[in-house]
């Protein structure tokens, strides 16, 4: 029998909301068509921005977004994307596909679309193929509240009053698609950009993210660490808010990647052994930045995560467009459960990509949109965010799986919010047993307040013409006696539980 033991005397570090982050590129039908219809479209839209998205992003409660790319960023001159749309630059978006940027998705939209959606900002600047000076205009542009150039430029676009940006990203994968630098090249243009990432209002302070490595690269982490620590206190001069880490769950491997919806048992092990190595990840990675900075004053920005499969089969390769089953779900369930395990230094993380490329949480068809299993499992999952992640113990978990891909049965977080609520979300990865579980808060009783599920086969998934095949239910499979609750996890399932006071 698994038992989970709640200790609620014990915090150990706050969850921030930002885990729950996004990511939307300029990438296949992510922006153009997923959120942007443009005005004249006959898609119901506010100011450009499809309603029936917004709305379920609402619900979402999405923290903060980061725009415009993935290495669309160090590709992005953010001056063709503002101005007059007729006239606004039209290009190949030679990194996605080939298609048509016409720009009309440019700075005023973006920062519309957070106010929408009621998001924090998270812009990432070029550094690959973009100077200083440009990046230092574009703060200006959007920050800037006196009278500068590119305060007047923003105010004869139609916008007088300066935005707030909440993160700001110095290059993106920089080590690739970002001007394949070397880590300590990098960390050097990186002090240098940063400088003119001038925070010009003290109330609003800009985080500044130092672009990290990609998956175990952990000499990239220390090099650049190496470079931009200043050895006199305070180490990093405030010029580093958080360093990013960028991890793919690719179940075949990057060359053949896998089906998003044709696999078999094996491969769903294998796949959420993938999706667990986060947490070697982020341990390890952290073990380097704790060298460095052993308050944790920086934080580790998980802003790309995600499976990325072969995109389906008659869509354009460059458009990375995939379904999401219920694997899905538990690559969710489990990755969230180590952001909120690792909270002391994890302090954001973007799932890639909000719509209609890799594991989004919307897909739409013209006018038609569906929630994805992901969606459904983050809508759970909100109720971490800003909470306390509580110390806990759990015994009797066994593996599940063939020998190469064992994985634990089942994975958990616990949290307690504001009001003294608990939340603990749980997971069992196994494809045919059921799990029992026994929760117990240490000292006094419990109580469930609500519970939901999301389950299904392994391969279920939601199309335009069965919208609901997976959804988040009610769960009823639990029992109270004395204080201590017992449930029943159904195989392939993520569930959440909330523990009155
Ligand atoms: O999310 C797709 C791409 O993956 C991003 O553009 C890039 O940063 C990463 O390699």
Redesign the pocket.
């Known amino acids: 029998m698994i038992r989970i033991v709640i200790n609620d005397k014990v915090k150990k570090s706050r969850i921030e909301p930002e885990i729950y982050g996004h990511f939307s ?1 300029h ?1 296949g039908r992510c922006i153009y068509e997923g959120i942007y219809v443009g005005e004249d479209s006959d898609i119901p839209n506010k100011n450009g921005m499809r309603t029936d998205v917004v709305e379920a992003l609402k619900e979402l409660q999405v923290p903060v977004l980061r725009w415009p ?4 960023a160090d590709e992005y001159h953010w001056k063709d994307g503002i101005g007059p749309k007729e006239t606004r630059k039209r290009m190949v978006n030679t990194h996605w596909g080939g298609v048509v940027e016409d720009n009309s998705f440019g700075t005023h939209e973006f920062f519309e679309l957070c106010d929408q959606i009621g998001c924090k900002t998270y812009i990432n600047g070029n550094v690959g193929s973009g100077t200083v000076q440009e990046m230092s205009e574009w703060v200006e542009y959007m920050t800037f509240e006196g009278v500068s150039p590119m305060a007047k430029l923003r105010e004869e676009n139609g916008h007088k009053d300066p935005w707030k940006i909440d993160y700001f990203g110095v290059g ?2 920089n080590w ?2 970002g001007g394949n630098m070397r880590p300590s090249y990098y960390a050097d243009l990186y002090r240098r950009y940063q400088t003119y990432v001038r925070v010009y209002d003290p109330e609003k302070p800009i985080s500044k993210i130092c672009g990290g490595a990609n998956v175990d690269d952990y000499h990239w982490t220390k090099t650049v660490l190496d470079v931009t620590h200043d050895h006199t206190p305070p180490q990093f001069h405030g010029f580093m808010n958080g360093l990013s880490l ?1 991890y793919y769950v690719h179940p075949e491997g990057w060359e053949i990647k896998g089906s998003s919806t044709d696999f078999d048992e094996e491969v769903w092990y294998k796949t959420l052994f993938k999706a667990l190595y986060m947490d070697t990840l982020v341990t390890r990675h952290g073990a380097i930045m704790d060298s460095y900075d052993p308050d944790k004053n920086i934080g580790m920005v998980v802003d ?1 995560w995600g499976t990325w499969y072969t995109c389906e089969p008659g869509t354009n390769p460059g458009f ?1 467009y995939q379904q999401n089953t219920v694997r899905d779900a538990l690559v969710a369930g489990i990755t969230l459960n180590i952001f909120n395990n690792h909270s002391d230094r994890v302090k954001m993380a973007n799932l ?2 909000m719509v209609n490329v ?1 594991q989004a949480v919307i897909l739409t068809e013209g006018d038609r949109m569906i929630k994805t299993p992901t969606y459904h499992v983050m809508h759970m999952y909100r109720y971490h965010q800003g909470a306390d992640l509580l110390e806990t113990s759990v015994s009797g978990v066994e593996t599940a799986g063939p020998d190469e891909w064992k994985v634990p049965e089942v994975t958990q977080s616990v949290s307690v919010d504001k009001d003294g609520i608990i939340t603990v979300t749980i997971n069992n990865l196994s494809t045919d047993e059921a799990k029992d579980i026994e929760v117990v808060i240490a000292g006094r009783t419990a109580d469930v307040a609500d519970a939901r599920i999301v389950t299904g086969e392994m391969h279920a998934h939601n199309t335009f013409d069965a919208p609901d095949t997976v959804v988040e239910e009610e769960f009823s499979d639990y029992r109270t006696t004395d204080g201590t609750i017992g449930i029943t996890l159904p195989p392939c399932s993520v569930v959440m539980l909330r523990l009155g006071k």
């Open positions: 590129e990438l790319g993935g290495c669309f993106n994968e690739g698609c960028h790309e990375l890639a990509q890799l």
